[in-house]
């Protein structure tokens, strides 16, 4: 994909597991790109606008978020509708990648500005095979450059 490479994924995922098979299988889809992982939602809004750790540092360009909804701290809806409330971060683009499956709360995420919401399968097979397929799509999608 044109540009893609430079992308930088953020994975806001705190199951240690999940961001494994996460990982593993974007690899196996071909997605090389570098993966920042975040296991709270701050630490996605400090590392996204240049707070805390990064303060000073902001990654808004070329950035794209695969987002868990069940974080410590700030969950991924206070990160959707912070990052989707602001001008300079209102255009990153977010999959919401959760076990939720919970149809107020898929539409309560496309209302905060997610721009898909994948379900997790709760077996190991069922997941993997998802997240490979997230990583096929990943290949083709365009993202805007400079967001």
Known sequence: ??????????????????ARLTEKNLERAGIRNKIHKC????????????EGEFAGKPH??????????NMPIM?????????????KTKQIPIIVLTTTDD?????????????IYIT???????????????????SVVKIPNGV
């Open 1 to 18: 994909m044109e540009n893609f490479e430079r992308v930088t994924i953020v994975l806001a995922e705190d199951d240690e597991g999940h």
């Open 39 to 50: 296991i709270t939602g701050s630490a996605v809004i400090d590392y996204i606008c240049g």
């Open 60 to 69: 808004i360009s070329d950035t794209l978020i695969l987002l868990d909804l």
């Open 75 to 87: 969950d991924g809806y206070q990160v959707l509708e912070k990052l989707k409330s602001n001008e």
């Open 103 to 115: 149809k107020r709360e898929i539409k309560r995420c496309y209302e905060l500005g997610c721009n």
């Open 120 to 138: 997790k399968p709760v077996d190991y097979i069922g997941f993997s095979n998802a997240v490979r397929e997230l990583g096929l799509f990943l």
